[in-house]
């Protein structure tokens, strides 16, 4: 794709002082600093979207009753319910890639059956990363959000002139959206199909690249022709869900792992007695094409239509108002270069543990799997907010609003650490418990549920750190380019579980590989963190950090007082029952004595809620 002009202005408008009076900015819609927590938008971008709880309706400036001053805003009515939707999709999501595991564990055991799929599996993992969840949304949600603000702005004055430009109803230019759109796509199809064609021949040396000791490299190699599919169809769904998330549209791209997984059991159950496990790869490709078909006609419907009032305020705008860098929009190597060579980057970190783990006993990668998939739930749904709010961070950067940047950035990262440190005190607190109920049926048996337990609770060491990388890396590139610096942070992680994993595998084993995976997340986040404070977002690192340790705290007594609580009973729905109403009481707790951030405001939230329903 080629790199016709860079993705935002050369020249930002200023960001306006905190203490400012509200008034208009010029021909955006926006307000200023006085409504800095008003996520309004009077421009196209958000027209039509106000009866979407995703898109939400326009929300009012929030409050902050109750909260010290300078701390940043609440959600106003539209995050609210846009994380709302996300977050009830997101658990489905979820709770369907339960099902899914489940039903493999089932279906398959943990054997060299699995581990084989297992390794075919990495081609959709790292093209979720790559193409849905980082590479992709971190390249194009700027590059949408831009293009709308050149939307907003040009339509702004074309309203105002409209009636003055009689000589422009034949005229066709496109807007900057559709304009991104026929650069971008076409050309993205081209590279993903003929990536995937590549996948498709090359599935047994790949095959031999990924895990070298993999004793049925033919039953992976077959599986691998058959999820190397999802490099087009995750591609498609990725551009889809950035283009529909800075349109502020968040059902669609929030439902696609329902209609994944949803599609993998089913082709599952009904094929795994005649194909056995390569039905789960089948499952992969065919819930790949669900992703993209679920979010198709949202994404049409949002491309502007060629009326003649839309084709003259279009021709307005391209002859009075000109763009600031003076072309057309463009998504090139240079932007897209640091995003990948970063997802890359945090992708290899489970390329590494399956290379390593594939000369240990079989069942050790299936081991690393369950326990990495259910450890990283909380991670997952700590990104929730995240995922929400990143379009509105990259706008309010765009339109140079530095302070709303910031405060977002500072709020994101204490909620984010809420919801992962809590989540990941209760894996803790009721690993085994929750592996049984999970898996433990079938051909996956106890020796399996409690070494996957084993390991899972050695992976949530890392899940701060993995959490603070997905939360972290969005303000990196939100900017107008892309810089390196995460990558490097990233490689410099890498390189650190490459190291400890090397020395740990041998006398640990399963156990030496994810306590590397944490130990290289986590250096990966520490330098992210420092990073972001001085090179894009003036956030003040010393006070996150603080509060991050706070909460650290909180956690690990959280975990002690629910792994007690559920020692208590036999039966693993009751221990997990109550292993977790203790993690969620005692984190409370101490996260209130020590002065975490952010539970002042969620418990008065609460309180206000639970008053206003009596």
Known sequence: MTDTAPRHPTTSPPAVSPSASPAPSAGTGRTSAGS????????????????????????????????????????????????????VLTAAGSLFGLLRDQSIARLFGADADTDAFLVAWTVPELASTLLIEDAMALVLVPAFSLALSRRAAGEARA?????????????????????????????????????????????????????????????AAACLRLTALTVLTFGLAGYFSAALRAHRHFVAPAAIYVTYNAGIIAVMYAGHALWGVRAAALGVAVGGALMVLVQLPAFLSRLPARRARARARRAFRQRAVAMPDGGAMGVGLGVVAPVVTFAVSRQAQVLFERFMASSLPAGAISHLNYAQKVAQLPMVLSLMVCTVTFPVVARAM?????????????RDLALAGIVVLLGAAYVVACAPQLIGLLFERGAFDARDTAATAAVMRVYTCGLLGHSMVGALVRPFFSGSRPPWFPAAAMGAGLAVTAVAGVAAAGPWGVYGIAAANALGITTTAALLLRGLGARVVAIDVPRVAAGLLRLLVAAGAAAAAGRLAA????????????????????????????????????????????????
């Open 36 to 87: 800095r927590g008003d996520t309004r938008h009077a421009s196209a971008d958000s027209r039509g979207d106000t009866q979407h709880a995703s898109a939400g309706s326009r929300d009012a400036p929030a409050t902050s009753r109750g909260r010290p001053p300078g701390e940043a805003p609440a959600l106003g009515r539209f995050l609210a319910r846009a994380a709302a939707v996300t977050a």
């Open 159 to 219: 309203d105002g002139a409209l009636l003055d430009a009689p000589g422009t109803d034949g005229a066709r230019t496109d807007d900057p959206v559709r304009a991104l759109v026929a650069a971008t796509l076409p050309r993205l199809s081209l590279v993903l199909a003929g990536a995937a064609g590549l996948l498709v021949l090359a599935a047994p040396q790949v095959v031999r690249v990924l895990a070298p000791g993999l004793p049925d490299a033919g039953t």
């Open 398 to 410: 765009a339109d140079g609003e530095a302070e709303v940047a910031r405060r977002r950035v500072e």
């Open 567 to 614: 020692g208590l009973f036999s039966a693993p729905l009751a221990a997990a029952a109550v292993g977790g109403a203790t993690v969620l009481a005692a984190f409370a707790a101490v996260g209130r004595l020590v002065g975490a951030p952010e539970l002042p405001y969620l418990f008065a939230t609460v309180t206000r809620r639970i008053a206003h329903v009596r």
